[in-house]
């Protein structure tokens, strides 16, 4: 039998990854060698959004080609998948074999996503009617059976520590076995599809000691914080300053020699998984199909990490919304300049890019469903729409909406009716908010008018005269107590199915 000799294709997520923190974007800091090599084998997209950055959301529309409107989901919620044919689907009915190792983060767990197999990790998700993952049961074949948290931390929150197993235990080195495994055990007579999801690095933040080490003597850029950012929550803007003083009621104020500690931990577990990755490029070398192989790294969202005083994702903010993309093509490919390789392309992408890109790569055509287009056609975005929460989303109080053009941001919080505009040429880190610029009028009146065109029937509440009026800003939430330590994990022990 002739072996099929169209591409493999590796696409790798991550979790909680800002877009700026890849040595190759310039970060001071991190130090992330094989992602920068990667990045030097084919193209590097900076402008590329998370039209939803809070995992379940970003992952539907990552796994969809849809947007967050269209699939359904404005937050992390246990709604099913729409019936629509996933990337993995597309994949197998063109004759790819297809495997997923780690995170997927969908109801009900075990659903496959149209993957011939799932090996599974879910975070320890007992609390919300998860069953042992594959790797709670691999932990348990290696004698320490309900011991993923048993270092203390929540998977929720910024305390850290060095991780308590032995290395080879962590979930990171796992899923990366795992995914070696599967490469290895492909049917050779065939393609394959790979999606390998790190769970990292998403808190729990508890990188090896290692890895901590390396960080040890780095100098750790502080946060920066906006003018419209300053001084104490009840100085800000009045969205913004609710949702600040609940996460700090939530135990998230922290000085600022805690923040670069915090810090060097997280940089610790984006570390852990770019020398991870070495092993990944080192598996496709020695079977040798690195050069038939299309390689695309990024991550669900990003995170604040401090920033502007705020934490965590759900921001329209860069570090929350903007993620990293990675895409390297076959050696055929990156000679020939179908993907190229030293090249950096500034058009605004957004994850619903990713699964007809893939798909095209591999000479496949996209689902007539698909609402994103390939990062290589002639035809870019000409803007970006972004959102997260409800129309009366009174727990979260900064629902919010993003346009993004080539030059400008357009952040929106309906509840307060709350426009910032930000030059992104001029101001990447969104330090000057020029709303209320005179000279800056046209420009928030053009992406004003079209974030309009973007909302939904529900929305339409939020406008009056083809005008954002929002909804008044009325009674906030109060500070509550984090009685759940942020969704702090105890033992998690695997136990057998009743039978029904």
Sequence with gaps: MIADQRPNV??????HWPGSLLGAAGHSAVMTPTLDQLAANGVRFPHVYSECPVCVPARRTLMTSLKPHSHGMLTNS???MPPVTTLAQAFRDAGY??????????????????FDDVLLDEEGRGREGCRADDYELFLADNGHAGERFAGGMSNNEYVWRPWHLDERLHVTNWATQQMARQIIRRDPTRPAFWYLSYSHPHPPLEPLRDYLDMYRQTEVPDPYAGSWAQGEPEDWPHAIAKEQQQQRDSGRNFSPAQIRDIRRAFYAQCTHI??????????LNQEGIMDQTIICFTADHGDMLGNHGLWAKHWMYEDSARVPMIVCGTGVQSRDGTVGHHRVDDRLVGLADVMPTLLGLAGIQPPEHCQGRSMFAEQRHEHLYGAWGTVNNKENAASTRMIRDARYKLIYYPLG?????????????ELLDLAGDADHAAARERLEALLVVELREE?????KDGRLVGQPAGEWPQPRPNRAFSGQRGPLMPTPRTPA
């Design 10 to 15: 590796l696409l790798i997520c991550t979790d």
């Design 78 to 80: 246990s709604l099913p």
């Design 97 to 114: 074999q297809a495997q997923a190792v780690g995170k997927l983060h969908v109801r009900p767990q075990r659903q496959r996503l149209g």
């Design 274 to 283: 770019d020398h991870q990755l070495r092993v990944i490029m080192g598996t």
């Design 417 to 429: 009716n709350l426009s910032q505009l930000f030059d992104m040429r001029a101001d990447p880190h």
């Design 459 to 463: 929305e339409l509440a939020w406008v």
